[in-house]
């Protein structure tokens, strides 16, 4: 069984909407597309070479596939360029679609189904780039295995989110962490089961909190 594993840059306040360009995904009028552009330095792209020197196919959604395939091919003598214009790509989507960059399937019907089956094969592990639409089935159905989440220290105020329809409660171990030199966390993440909740309350609780608890109890209902 291969694994699944997303990469997702995300602004401190979690937002993953366009952090290339403007023009990426202008979806109800986000207006700070290319939020991440100023802070690539060199260790994030050891990182990103180091994805591209992994055997992988790619697990895309729609449209972040339309975005990839109206650039990479018509990117030359760059490796990362090279690696996703080689490489199957497996597109998910509920409606038809025209695929136009070599090498690419599509994923449709039953998805939930069709990616646990597409999980279960032989093969290299799939990588989720993007995607957040996908992202959110995959975390519904329990499918991640890792996630690598690229925090910058920027804040937007809104757009699309990571973790939004589709997160699960559950426990997450960091496997990994390295910082840039411009403040972006790379961190790896693996799911380790249910989410396992405790008290820091007193063992006894006062009256003062006796009291706040009944005053929330009647605010609920």
Do not use: C
Not at 12 to 24: H, N, T
Not at 129 to 145: E, F, M, P, R, Y
Not at 198 to 214: H, M, N, V, W, Y
């Amino acid at each position: 069984m291969r694994k699944i594993i997303t990469t997702t840059f995300l602004t401190l306040d979690g937002v993953m909407q366009a952090p290339g360009g403007p023009e990426e995904d202008p979806t109800n009028g986000f207006r700070w597309g290319g939020w991440s552009f100023h802070y690539f330095d060199e260790t994030m792209g050891n990182v990103m070479n180091e994805f591209m020197n992994r055997p992988f196919e790619l697990l895309l959604g729609r449209r972040t596939y339309e975005i990839f395939a109206a650039h990479w091919p018509f990117v030359k003598n760059d490796p990362v360029a090279d690696q996703f214009n080689r490489t199957r790509k497996y597109v998910v989507s509920h409606r038809p679609m025209q695929l136009t960059w070599q090498n690419s399937t599509l994923v449709t019907g039953d998805v939930a189904a069709e990616l646990i089956n597409l999980k279960q094969q032989n093969g290299d592990d799939l990588w989720v780039h993007g995607s957040g639409k996908l992202i959110q089935t995959l975390l519904a159905n329990h499918l991640v295995d890792r996630l690598y989440v690229w925090t910058f220290p920027v804040t937007v105020g809104e757009g699309k989110r990571l973790f939004s329809e589709g997160t699960q409660p559950e426990g997450l171990r960091l496997v990994d962490a390295k910082v840039s030199t411009t403040g972006v966390i790379i961190a790896s993440y693996e799911p380790v089961g249910d989410l396992v909740t405790g008290s820091f309350a007193l063992e006894q609780p006062t009256e003062t909190e006796l009291e706040r608890r009944k005053r929330l109890a009647k605010e609920k209902g």
